[in-house]
């Protein structure tokens, strides 16, 4: 499958996510599975200096996950979150699936260069796994806001591990809490917009993919099972837009994109 179909495209404008099962094959599955364990235990052939790493939290509060800083925090299977990706020549190949370019240029227009804002693991260990509260994918920071994300199963997910739960058509509703650096509701938020008779579960098999739209609310439940839930999951934006930190982003689509040849980084381990 390298093209999305007219009617999958309408399927994802109206309900803001559209799963795509089996679209990565068993074998690719694989293969980042042992890379993203590699990078975890510290083995791998990367620049660990330039990585962002989160160990999980012990008792799954999002507020007690360790801190979100670049470097190595030693070999276990239990971080919660592992950014640039785009940086390792594995996870960058998957990244420019054709799939993913073809869903690029319907939301952004094909003659439009695709940064990417964050490719990053995503992790809910076997019988831990931190709650991740109701957001919506924006950042103050933006001049504009990425509005397409791609999230990858690496593992079975399933309600029981703490797949990525939504609500389905909330893209719809626009930017809710606008004064959020990162788009998080509060409580008060939540209980109107995300109640849970309108919660929909998004469970995936390895390889399985879902489109999801930047606005639609979505959030996610401990791990209470002993199945891992690996996933990888990139955030594709205007290459144009600027950062107010002033943060520069890697190309993935168009002219000076980042290389398979040249992402691999030597590790200082």
Avoid at 27 to 49: E, F, H, K, P, S
Avoid at 67 to 91: C, M, N, S, W
Avoid at 101 to 123: H, L, P
Avoid at 223 to 237: G, I, K, L, P, T
């Amino acid at each position: 499958m390298t093209k999305l179909s007219d009617a999958q495209w309408q399927e994802y404008e109206t309900e803001g996510h559209l799963v795509l099962r089996s679209l990565i094959d068993p074998a690719a599955v694989q293969v980042l599975q042992n890379r993203i364990d590699a990078i975890m235990l510290g083995d791998a052939d990367v620049d660990y200096d330039r990585m962002l790493m989160q160990l999980d939290s012990d008792g799954g509060n999002y507020a007690e996950a360790g801190p979100q800083t670049k470097g190595h925090k030693g070999a276990t299977l239990d971080y919660r979150k592992i950014q640039d990706l785009e940086y390792d020549r594995v996870f960058l190949d998957v990244m420019r699936h054709p799939v993913f370019k073809d869903a690029c240029d319907r939301v952004y227009g094909s003659d439009t260069t695709i940064a990417c804002n964050r490719a990053m693991f995503m992790n809910k260990p076997a019988g831990k796994g931190t709650f991740l509260p109701w957001h919506q994918d924006r950042w103050t920071n933006f001049d504009r806001d990425p509005l397409l994300t791609v999230w990858m199963a690496l593992d079975p997910a399933t309600k029981a591990n703490g797949c990525v739960r939504i609500i389905p058509r909330s893209h719809r509703m626009g930017v809710i809490n606008p004064s959020h650096a990162s788009g998080f509701l509060a409580d008060e938020q939540a209980a109107v917009w995300a109640p849970p008779e309108k919660e929909f579960y998004v469970e995936l098999e390895p390889g399985d993919v879902a489109l999801l739209h930047n606005h639609l609310l979505h959030g996610s439940n401990k791990n209470h099972s002993q199945q891992s839930r690996r996933a990888f999951s990139v955030c594709y934006m205007d290459a144009a837009t600027v950062d107010s930190h002033g943060h520069e982003y890697p190309v993935v689509f168009g002219e000076q994109s980042l290389e398979s040849t040249a992402a691999t980084r030597t590790s200082n381990k």
